[in-house]
Nanobody, 126 residues
């Protein structure tokens, strides 16, 4: 099993920044791709970004390209999401997720991720 714990959420004004962290523990070697997703009230879960532990390749959702940056620290088994130029439409619960090691694609589909964190709230006010 893999446990994922998110932190760093909060409330900011439009144009502000936040940095989310996702600490992975347990059988972390059984994972390869880490992703961030978000879900606003009444909306479907939306892909934000993904990164591979090995090599560090990345993938971003269209709505966050150029504003958000995903990175990882392999030594600490932690993934980060730096969010800049935040907008009210970025308001959501942000979830960290992990794919199993045999799956290497930087998938944008939530069902392809096996492990999920509990989520952290991000609120952007205008």
């Amino acid at each position: 099993q893999v446990q994922l714990v998110e932190s760093g959420g909060g409330s900011v004004q439009t144009g502000g920044s936040l940095r989310l962290s996702c600490a992975a523990s347990g059988r972390t070697l059984s994972t390869n791709v880490m992703g961030w997703f978000r879900q606003a009230p009444g909306a479907e879960r939306e892909f934000v970004a993904a990164v591979a532990w090995s090599g560090g390749s990345t993938n971003y959702g269209d709505s966050v390209k150029g504003r958000f940056t995903i990175s990882r620290d392999n030594t600490k088994h932690t993934v980060f999401l730096q969010m800049n130029s935040l907008k009210p439409e970025d308001t959501a619960v942000y979830y960290c997720a992990a794919r199993t090691a045999i799956l290497t694609a930087l998938s944008t589909s939530p069902p392809t991720y096996v492990y999920w964190g509990q989520g952290t709230q991000v609120t952007v006010s205008s």
